[in-house]
């Protein structure tokens, strides 16, 4: 059984998931894919895990810089996603990376030819736990601030929340960087 919890967020209202044992969804709500890979049968339920995964949200928002590995993912998707959204973990806390980055990183991994920064794009996009795997720490690589499905504002929050300058990019439709 999957269980969900609300959470009210300075970016916003989230909408947690999980089974007893892992975090299968956070989301913002109104974001594009909105609990996309939650089951039809859930039970609106505080658990351990998701008092757990609130209690690592509280620490965040306060300024914190609570660990991944606090908490089981167990994010839904195809294996090439899984490793997409593995990579988002492991960019630091206050640090950016671009797409472009990140297929190289994929490829390198594999050790296999290139990887489509548009395919990681995409997977980027598809992260069904934001903000923990942190996929609003990707930027484009002409230093536009695309691709968030909760939106560009809370990419900004979140950005600024941990120390990263978001006037350092553009906004897509904006006709000039900020910087």
Known sequence: MTYTLHYNSPVGRILLA???DALTGLWLEGQKYFAATLPAETAA???PLLRQTAQWLDRYF???RPALTELPLAPEGSAFRREVWQLLGEI???EVTTYGGIAAK???RRGASPVSAQAVG???GHNPIAILIPCHRVV???GSLTGYAGGIAA???LLAHEGVDPARFFVPGEKTPRA
Do not use: H, N, S
Request: charged residues 30%.
């Open 122 to 124: 995409g997977a980027v």
């Open 18 to 20: 999980g089974r007893e």
């Open 92 to 94: 630091p806390y206050g």
């Open 140 to 142: 484009g690589a002409d």
């Open 62 to 64: 306060a300024g914190k």
């Open 45 to 47: 339920r505080e658990t």
């Open 106 to 108: 994929l490829a390198a």
């Open 155 to 157: 990419k900004q929050w």
